[in-house]
């Protein structure tokens, strides 16, 4: 059964860049088809989509953090990666990866989430 | 850019029939999706492609997409449902989620 694991800093300084990997177990990155993405919440607030990557290669990002995110996959570490650079402390959050099948249209494996928190 | 709409909370009386709304422009052209969220936990896909249940989620959640509103249905509502609910649809190769609507249960 396939698994994701975020893992990351906890803490990032203002103006920084967050980095942050999500490492898929039980099954290869590669095969079949899916969408790999990255969502996060806010306390307190709801759910909102960072962007994510075709098994492709291919990339969609919120239109809100476009100009900010990079997502990448590493294969051969069977991983999947997500770059934010200049954050501010609205960018603190629990942050997920998940998998969405095309033909669910939906997110049926999610990570278990890690805590990001942008202070100096 | 799209967005979806969700009542900020829902109460219900156990054994009794829950309703969610999710609210956007033709939402119906699109294929809504739920999930639950529980505190401390990762969300949980309990409806997809409007109407469809994944393994393992009980009969009692069910899910309907009509003009501008999808709806999330939980029949006999029990006390583990108490929890967040999230819409979720595609405009075209992006992502949009609701709000979330959390479901008191009382």
């Known amino acids: 059964q396939v698994q994701l694991q975020e893992s990351g800093p906890g803490l990032v300084k203002p103006s920084q860049t967050l980095s942050l990997t999500c490492t898929v177990s039980?099954?290869?990155?590669?095969?079949?088809?899916?969408?790999w993405s990255w969502i996060r919440q806010p306390a307190g607030k709801g759910l909102e989509w960072i962007g994510l990557?075709?098994?492709?290669?291919?990339?969609n990002y919120n239109p809100s953090l476009k100009s900010r995110v990079t997502i990448s996959v590493d294969t051969s570490k069977n991983q999947f990666s997500l770059k934010l650079n200049s954050v501010t402390a609205a960018d603190t959050a629990v942050y997920y990866c998940?998998?969405?099948?095309?033909?669910?249209?939906?997110?049926?494996?999610w990570g278990q989430g890690t805590m990001v928190t942008v202070s100096s | 850019s799209y967005e979806l709409t969700q009542p900020p909370s829902v109460s219900v009386s156990p054994g009794q029939t829950a309703s969610i709304t999710c609210s956007g422009d033709?939402?119906?052209?699109?294929?809504a999706c739920w999930y639950q969220r529980k505190p401390g936990q990762s969300p949980v896909l309990v409806i997809y492609?409007?109407?469809k249940r994944p393994s393992g989620v009980p009969e009692r959640f069910s899910g309907s997409n009509s003009g501008n509103t999808a709806t999330l249905t939980i029949s006999g509502t029990q006390t583990m449902d108490e929890a967040d609910y999230y819409c979720?649809?595609?405009?075209?190769?992006?992502?949009?989620f609701g709000g979330g609507t959390k479901l008191t249960v009382l």
């Open positions: 990557i075709h098994t492709s290669g291919s990339t």
């Open positions: 033709i939402l119906d052209d699109k294929y």
């Open positions: 492609r409007d109407t």
């Open positions: 979720q649809a595609w405009d075209s190769t992006t992502v949009v």
């Open positions: 998940a998998r969405a099948p095309p033909l669910l249209s939906a997110f049926d494996i």
């Open positions: 039980g099954g290869s990155i590669s095969s079949g088809t899916y969408y």
